[in-house]
């Protein structure tokens, strides 16, 4: 069975840049999208990004646009979200999601998650 598994979080300051990794374990990982997510205390989890490997295309969230890049090192089956300017509002778990087929803001489309990471910003 397919895990994902997310690492990469700490404490930033604003306007700093920070790499998220996904590592894929237990069995093949290739999905035709995956994910990222992120969840405040006390807000409804929200869509970040999303690429579809299989057209290349990428849907990003307006707040994101610009400041996040998807990629992937297939060796490894990890997937990297990569953002930068970060703000105190980015603060929040990152989660990372996969699933088939086309692209998709919508967690509950999403077939598999990872356990989170956290990710604070400091004014």
């Known amino acids: 069975q397919v895990q994902l598994v997310e690492t990469g979080g700490g404490v930033v300051q604003a306007g700093d840049s920070l790499t998220l990794s996904c590592a894929a374990s237990?069995?093949?990982?290739?999905?035709?999208?995956v994910g990222w997510f992120r969840q405040a205390p006390g807000k409804e989890r929200e869509f970040v990004v999303a690429?579809?490997?299989?057209?290349?295309?990428?849907r990003y969230a307006g707040s994101m646009k610009g400041r996040c890049t998807i990629s992937r090192d297939k060796a490894k089956s990890t997937v990297y979200l990569q953002m930068n300017s970060l703000k105190p509002e980015d603060t929040a778990v990152y989660y990372c999601?996969?699933?088939?087929?086309?692209?998709?803001?919508?967690?509950?489309?999403?077939?598999?998650w990872g356990q989170g990471t956290q990710v604070t910003v400091s004014s």
């Open positions: 999601a996969a699933k088939y087929y086309g692209l998709a803001s919508d967690a509950n489309d999403y077939n598999y």
């Open positions: 237990g069995g093949t990982f290739n999905p035709y999208t």
């Open positions: 690429k579809n490997w299989s057209g290349g295309t990428t």
